[in-house]
C-alpha cells in the first residue's frame, strides 16, 4: 500500500511524457519481479484422514463372533446366566455381582476350549479347531493352565500359602520380606489359579457386561 501511494505522488509531479515512462518501467519491474518479492502462495488444505479401522469384535470360542440372534436371555427376565450359541456348541456362563455401588453385574465364561488339546500328535503343533459337543456346556470354572516354572519369588510365595497356617522357611520369608507388599498381595490372588497345570491348556475366560 506504501509503494502504490509513492507511485502517485510521483506520478502527479512529473510531466506526461515522464509519467508514461514511468508507467511503463514500473510494470517491467513487477513483470520481472524475483520470486523472493513475491506473496507466500496460500498454504493448500491437507488431505482428509481416512478413519481409523473399526477395532474387531471380540471372538467367540470356535473364532465365529457370536451374534445377538444367538443370544437368548432367560424366560425369568432377571439378571441371570445366558445361553450363547457358538459354531461348536451351546455355552451356558455365570453372573457375578461385584460389591460397590458403581460396580455393574459381569456375566463370565470360563473355560471354553478353543482348540483341540495338545497333547499325543498335537504336542507343539499349531492350534488345531476343536470338537462339536452336544447340549450345553456349562463354563462356570477356568481351565488349567499350561505346565510352567515359577520364577524364584512367585514360588516362595506359593510354598509360603502351602504351608499355612505354619510360618514359612527362613529362606521363603526372607525373600518375601524384599518383594513389594502389592506384588505379594497379588500372587495371593492368582497363583489359587495356577495350581491346576496340564497340558490340556488352550481355554479362554471371555467376560462381558451383564444383561438385564
Known amino acids: 500500500m506504501r509503494r502504490s501511494g509513492r507511485a502517485h505522488l510521483l506520478l502527479w509531479a512529473l510531466p506526461f511524457e515522464a509519467s508514461l515512462l514511468f508507467l511503463l518501467l514500473l510494470r517491467f519491474a513487477v513483470a520481472n519481479s524475483s520470486p523472493e518479492s513475491a506473496p507466500p502462495p496460500s498454504p493448500q488444505q491437507p488431505p482428509p484422514v481416512a478413519p481409523p479401522p473399526a477395532a474387531p469384535s471380540p471372538a467367540r ?23 450363547v450359541t457358538t459354531r461348536y456348541g451351546e455355552l451356558r456362563g455365570v453372573v457375578w455381582a461385584p460389591d460397590g455401588r458403581h460396580s455393574g453385574a459381569v456375566e463370565a465364561f470360563l473355560g471354553v476350549p478353543y482348540a483341540s488339546p495338545p497333547t499325543g500328535s498335537l504336542r507343539f503343533m499349531p492350534p488345531v479347531s476343536g470338537a462339536v459337543w452336544r447340549g450345553v456346556r456349562l463354563a462356570d470354572r477356568p481351565g488349567p493352565a499350561c505346565p510352567q516354572r515359577f520364577p524364584e519369588d512367585v514360588a516362595a510365595v506359593a510354598r509360603a500359602m502351602e ?5 514359612p522357611s527362613p529362606a521363603d520369608e526372607e525373600i518375601i520380606r524384599k518383594m513389594p507388599k502389592g506384588r ?4 495371593k490372588r492368582l497363583l489359587p489359579h495356577l495350581r491346576r497345570q496340564s497340558e490340556d491348556c488352550l481355554f479362554l475366560n471371555i467376560y462381558t457386561p451383564g444383561i438385564s
Not at 465365529?64 to 432377571?78: K, L, M, Y
Not at 504351608?163 to 510360618?167: C, G
Request: charged fraction near 15%.
Open 163 to 167: 504351608a499355612a497356617p505354619n510360618p
Open 61 to 83: 470360542p470356535g473364532g465365529r463372533v457370536a451374534s445377538a440372534a444367538s443370544i437368548r436371555p432367560d424366560s425369568t427376565g432377571s439378571l441371570s446366566p445366558r445361553t
Open 184 to 187: 505379594v498381595e497379588g500372587l
